[in-house]
């Protein structure tokens, strides 16, 4: 037989396309091989590395441009032009990358745009007998447009719709999604946070159509202290066969607050754990106003996985919604709150009085 012959085009995609996308399955999770095969799963691959070194416990802290991957409700809390950047090597010798751009309109409007791409080095394209007869490639990508608002300066809202991309030499498929998240502030130290991502259609490589990874994220945010945060949160695939519920758990502390530092700060630690993948780490520094972020997650027998992201803001800095009651004036002219004085005495004795109920909950909600 002739060195030169070539296995029938569609049988060498039928191959391919079976082996990528049992690849996808392997590199986005570690589920049960129970679950129903799903497509696009590298839409599940968490972006930036503050998040994913605090366990992917995010949904209700995110308030960058990454709020458009985690939940775009997020981006209602920006209060200027914020770019990230995130670039991931991952496992088996591929990379993701992600651009989001997130710019508030005013009047609460935030709108926002991003990229996502998972891509490898080229492959081998081979004929029967196994000689080399060129390469390949093979690529996912999703563009997402953002919208969100706050509804109250303790509501915000957020919906994204994406087209998906997959790519695997000449074979091609398409599909569409929507993500909506909700974050709630009912009191200045505490987050709430949910999003449900990738709702849409199936997409379909040559005959076989696989569904989205529609996934389900609720999550709660506590910061103990001005430099330390906590968090936990619960994630599940929505439609797959015998999925289960996951749970992520991170912590971050912030030697003295980056955000009072412009020039230089001293790096914030992160930890986190989300199962089933196991435990990750991260640190971040402030750098003339940019926030450079890394994190590291062990994937097993699969190897280690590296992170980096850039986190820059552009513009004149407007002003942030509080979650904190605004002050307003009385008809005397005093501005009501927890400073004002009042008749039944000095504005020291007012303060000891506000709120105190001799637990610990006097430190927990103070």
Same mark, same amino acid.
């Given at each position: ?135 390949? %490639? +093979? &690529?996912?990508? *999703? ?10 300066? $303790?509501? =915000? !809202? /957020? ?12 074979? %091609? +498929? &398409?599909?569409? *999604? ?10 200045? $130290?505490? =987050? !709430? /946070? ?173």
């Amino acid at each position: 037989m002739s060195a030169e012959y070539r296995v029938p085009s569609a049988e060498l995609k039928r191959k391919w396309l079976f082996l990528f996308l049992l690849w996808h399955s392997a590199l986005s999770t570690r589920h049960c091989l129970c679950a129903e095969p799903t497509g696009a799963t590298f839409l599940k691959i968490p972006v930036g590395a503050r998040a994913v070194g605090m366990g992917s416990a995010f949904t209700a802290l995110v308030d960058d441009a990454s709020a458009l991957y985690w939940n775009p409700s997020g981006i209602a809390r920006i209060d200027r032009t914020d770019l990230l950047a995130s670039h991931n090597e991952w496992i088996a010798d591929t990379r993701a990358s992600y651009v989001g751009l997130a710019q508030r309109l005013g009047f609460g409007q935030v709108i926002g745009i991003s990229y996502l791409t998972l891509y490898m080095d080229p492959l081998d394209r081979r004929n029967e007998q196994g000689i080399k007869t060129g390469t390949f %490639q +093979a &690529r996912d990508r *999703a563009v997402a447009v953002s919208w969100a608002t706050s509804m109250t300066s $303790r509501l =915000s !809202l /957020g919906v994204t719709a994406k087209q998906i991309v997959q790519t695997i030499d000449d074979a %091609q +498929a &398409r599909g569409s *999604a929507i993500d909506a998240g909700v974050q709630i502030r009912p009191h200045r $130290r505490v =987050s !709430l /946070g949910a999003s449900i991502t990738n709702v849409g259609g199936p997409m379909k490589f040559v005959e076989k159509a696989y569904a989205l990874p529609t996934t389900l994220r609720a999550g709660l945010g506590y910061n103990l202290t001005q430099g330390l945060v906590l968090a936990l949160e619960g994630t599940r695939e929505a439609g797959a066969v015998n999925s289960k519920t996951n749970f992520a758990a991170g912590v971050e502390y912030n030697m003295l607050s980056m955000s009072q530092s412009y020039f230089w700060s001293p790096v914030a630690w992160r930890l986190g754990y989300f199962s089933p993948n196991g435990p990750g780490v991260g640190l971040g520094l402030k750098i003339f106003g940019s926030n450079l972020d890394y994190a590291l997650t062990p994937m097993g027998e699969l190897g280690l996985t590296h992170r980096v992201s850039l986190n820059l803001k552009f513009g004149k800095n407007r002003t942030r919604e509080t979650w904190a009651p605004k002050q307003v004036s009385n008809s005397m002219g005093t501005k009501s709150g927890a400073s004002a004085t009042t008749s039944s005495g000095s504005p020291s004795e007012n303060k000891k009085k506000e709120g105190k109920t001799g637990t610990i909950f006097d430190f927990l909600f103070r």
